[in-house]
Structure formats: structure tokens, C-alpha cells
């Protein structure tokens, strides 16, 4: 009898999508927790956490800004800016094809969105990122958006909410993307000094760059439950340090642990709880 | 290289000259220095050059802080610890005399000896280091002396430990502190300028890069690992994001480059010193022109104008 021939062939990849309950697992309405799963609008009934177990899904930004302000009062701020490609950055795919994908694929032009509302009928700005375009990555278009907020919250004497949601800065800009951690640094302290507070809201996940600049000098600075906060990712530091990680490593309920932010605020109670923080930065009732 | 990109260039490297950056008896050549400079430039560095100036950054022969705090310092007293929990080696403060004035000083520390290395942490701070870092920056404000910092680590650690002790608080917290004193700043890039644990010391009215210094959103390594899925890609990386001096400061993310002994700082340690000192100097002399606060607002304004949009 002939050998078989080729025994080894990798059918991995077929297996993959041929089996339905991981295909039920990648589903984004399926709660990677629990496994039940949704039809999008009972998600987006629910603020995008799941009933059941209370996972919080990912919330993209214009959601994200619906949920928080009141009905109707946000509007939004230089929409138009966009990144250029200082370095002429090349990986698999050229960077302005991964803009242009992004926004096709997000319908914003980078990863962050600001504009002014009201929340609980206090008047405040936003800056509200989305993971879903390159990660949330920050580079020099959510540098300037985060710093004309700040301007024009202390133009107007109102507070900034930021709402994180970010893997860092973002290598196609290089060495420019690392200067917008300084550039937001500068621009929270003339905010301060202009009598205006940062309340910063860090979401799934806020970390890298982020964490390292604006995100973390918030006067006030809670997460959503369950938030992954590190300065390092996980699999970088188990890479480089070999060291046993804790199952949660780096939440938001470690980071409260430890001392790291304020509270950890379920989505249910965010929009109130911005409401209450905007009155007693507003001095009023 | 395109004339826009190079406009700036030779603007920079004239009002360099024109400041007196590069003063005494080595003007002319270092004047000569810097105008090869702009020509390697002209010529747009290939992806090897790119790399072996990486490779020279990390030299382990090359000067480390405390290498240029002996020659360049009179008097030093180094200050330890985050008055909290603990002395991060990895991160050096102090006072000294330099050229005649009182100067804080916050340095990164590498070290060769393995033992040595390993209290240094490979420079790595931990939260603690930046801490530490904070307290001398207040120091610097309070008495009016200005800040000198030293860059030169592959990054802030990556530890459990450092991540609960709130590495990314710390960092932002350090830039914070820098945005807000009032007496002259400079920052020089003496070699490995790895990402946030970098530019933690770096918020200053003047950021120098050594010739053969690097400075990156993230080590080639790292960024070849997620987007080639291949840390072996990293000379490929570099090319791509071009961490070196002449980079750095066409893209006005620097105010100048220190030039260096021919094939590197290890090549003359006291030749470095000598050019790095010159260069410090000559910053501070023009710094000290300016008041408290206006020096705030610039260097404020400069960083806020950094990014390049479509």
C-alpha cells in the first residue's frame, strides 16, 4: 500500500468558519461572557450590555454621545479634519488606504468626535473616541480634536467630558503620533487654568498613549466595569517580563484597587453620574 | 527629499547656528558638521543608514547620564527616591554646577556590568522613577534653577507591578508637571528614546537629539512584532518610521541636533561631553532671555502646534 500522502494538511482555517458555534462566539451580539446572543437593536436598548450577565459591549462614538446627552443638544465640532501621511508610512497596506478604509468602514474621519451638548440639562463639551477606526489610535488629527475641545470648553467656562477608548498612539504617524501625548498634556493644563474641569471616562480599552496623557489627569476618573486600563498590554508584559499575569490584570477593578481612578460606574448609571459631576463642578444645585 | 521638507531644515539648522547653540572654537566645524548633515539629508537616508544609526543609539559602549553628569557637572548631589516607596535606579535626579550655575537634573540610567544593569533596570523606570522624576522638576521650580533631562531608555517597564503603582498615570503626570514650571527646560535625547517612557521627561522649551540618537512612538522591534507580525522585521520598521535625529527634527518634533564625535559618542566620550555640554549651555543662555512666563506659554504653544493634518 502507497503511503498517504501529505497526512499533515493544515484545514485549520476551514475548520474555523465551518464550526457555527465559534462562529456564534465571533458574532459581535453574542456576549463573549455568557454566550447569549442578541439582535442589535435589543443591544442598543440596553446601552450595549448584555442583560444577562452584564458584559459591556463596545459602544461606537455617536452611540456612545446618544446615550450621554440629552435628546437633540450635541452639536458637533471640526468634523472635517483629517489625517495627512507625514511619513509616507508603508506597512502591509499604505496608510492612507487604512484612513480611507476606516472611514469607510466607520463613517468618521478619525477616531474621535467632539462637539458641544448638554447632559442633564448642564452644559459641557465631549470628546468621545471610537475604537472601531484603527483602534482608537491616537495620532495627529485626535491630538487637535482633543485640544480645540479643550479650547473650546474654556472659551464657553464648561466643563470636557472625555470618553477613552483607545489601544494608543498610532504608529503610522511615528514620532509625531508621541507628540500629541505632550501636545494633550499641555492642553488639560491650560484647561485647568482657565478654571475649567476634565472629567474623563476611560471605556474598553484605554490603554498605551492614552492612559500615558489626558485620560489619566482627569479631576475626576472613572471606567466602565470590566475596562482594560494598562500602560503596557498584557501580552506585551507577559512577553517581556515572563511574569504570571492575575486573570485581571490591569482592569478597571484592579486600577480601583489600587488606587489609579475614582469609581467604576456600570453604563446605566454614566449618563446620571456625569449629570451629578457637572453640577458640583458647576458650584449649583 | 522634496524643497518643502527641506526648507524648514535649513532654517532650523541656520537659527541653530544663529543662537550661538554651538559656540567657541568648534563653531566652524561643527558648522560644517551640520551642513554634511543637511546634505546626508539631501540624499535621503537609505533604510540601512536608518538602521546602523538605530544600532549606534544602543551602542553599549555609548556614554550613559551619569558618564556625562562626571564631566559635565561640578559638585553633584544626587537626590534618591520617590519620597514614597521607593529609589528607582533607573532614573537619575540631582543638583550640580554647570558652567557656573545650579542645574536639576533627571537622567535615564543604562549601566554594562550585568549587576549594574539590573539595578538600572535597562533604564526601564518603574512609576516610582517618574515620581521621583516630579520631585525634582518641583525642586527646579521652586528655587528657580533650571531642568536638564537626560533622555536615553528603551521605555517605561512593562511590569505588573508597574502597571498597578499606575505607570500611565505616572507618565502623564510627569509631562504635566513640565508643562507647568516656569524655569527653563531642556530635554536631550543622549540615545534610546523609547515611546512614553521618553517623553514623560521630555515636555521642554528646548528638545535636542545627540547625531546618533533615536526617538520612536515604539522600538522597531515592537511595531515589527504587531504590524509584520515578525520582531526580525525591525530594521523594516525603523525605515518606516524613522526615528533618527535628522527625521525628528524635519518633522519639528525637535529644536536641534547635538553633533557627535566621527562614528559615534562611545568613539570620544569627552568629545561628546564637550559638544553636549556647549550645546546645553548655549540653550540656556537663550532661554534665560526670556520671563517665567512667557517661556510657559512657548513652550506650551510649541507642543500644541505638533502633528500634521491633511
Known sequence: ?285 | MSTEAELPLRERLSKLAGVRLLRGSRLSAETERLQQQLDRLQEEETDEEIWSRVQLARHEDRPYTLDYVERLFDDFFELHGDRGRMDDAAIVTGMGKLAGRTVALIGQQKAREIQERVKRNFGMAYPEGYRKAMRAMELADKHGFPLLTLVDTPGAYPGVAAEQHGQGGAIARSQAVMARVSVPTVTVVIGDGGSGGAVAIALADKVLMQENAMYSVISPEGCASILWRDAEQAPKAAAAFKPDAAHCLQLGVIDGIVPEPAGGAHQDPELAAQLLGEAVEGAFDELDRYEPSELRRARRAKFRAMGVLG
Open chain 1, 1 to 285: 500500500m502507497p503511503p498517504m500522502s501529505s497526512p499533515h494538511i493544515d484545514v485549520s482555517i476551514e475548520h474555523k468558519r465551518a464550526d457555527p458555534e465559534q462562529e456564534m462566539k465571533d458574532h459581535p451580539n453574542t456576549c463573549p461572557s455568557c454566550g447569549s446572543h442578541y439582535r442589535d437593536d435589543e443591544l442598543e436598548r440596553h446601552l450595549r450590555v448584555c442583560p444577562h450577565c452584564g458584559y459591556h459591549f463596545p459602544v461606537r462614538a455617536r452611540e456612545r454621545i446618544e446615550q450621554l446627552v440629552d435628546e437633540g443638544t450635541f452639536s458637533e465640532e471640526d468634523a472635517d479634519l483629517r489625517s495627512a501621511d507625514p511619513l509616507g508610512f508603508f506597512d502591509l497596506k499604505p496608510y492612507t488606504e487604512r484612513l480611507a478604509e476606516a472611514e469607510l468602514e466607520t463613517g468618521l474621519g478619525d477616531a474621535m468626535v467632539i462637539g458641544g451638548a448638554r447632559i442633564e440639562e448642564r452644559a459641557c463639551r465631549l470628546a468621545v473616541m471610537d475604537f472601531k477606526f484603527m483602534g482608537g489610535s491616537m495620532g495627529s488629527v485626535v491630538g487637535e480634536k482633543f485640544v480645540r475641545a479643550c479650547e473650546s470648553a474654556s472659551g464657553a467656562g464648561v466643563p470636557l467630558v472625555s470618553v477613552a477608548a483607545s489601544g494608543g498612539a498610532r504608529m503610522q504617524e511615528g514620532i509625531l503620533a508621541l507628540m500629541q501625548l505632550p501636545k494633550t498634556v499641555c492642553a488639560v493644563e491650560e484647561l485647568h487654568e482657565a478654571g475649567c474641569a476634565l472629567i474623563s471616562v476611560m471605556t474598553h480599552p484605554t490603554t498605551g498613549g492614552l492612559l500615558a496623557s489626558f485620560a489619566s489627569l482627569g479631576d475626576v476618573v472613572v471606567a466602565e466595569p470590566g475596562a482594560l486600563m494598562s500602560f503596557a498590554g498584557p501580552r506585551v508584559v507577559q512577553q517581556i517580563t515572563r511574569e504570571k499575569l492575575p486573570d485581571d490584570f490591569g482592569r478597571a477593578e484592579q486600577n480601583l484597587h489600587f488606587g489609579q481612578i475614582d469609581a467604576i460606574v456600570p453604563r446605566s448609571e454614566l449618563r446620571a453620574t456625569l449629570g451629578r459631576l457637572l453640577r458640583l463642578f458647576g458650584n449649583v444645585d
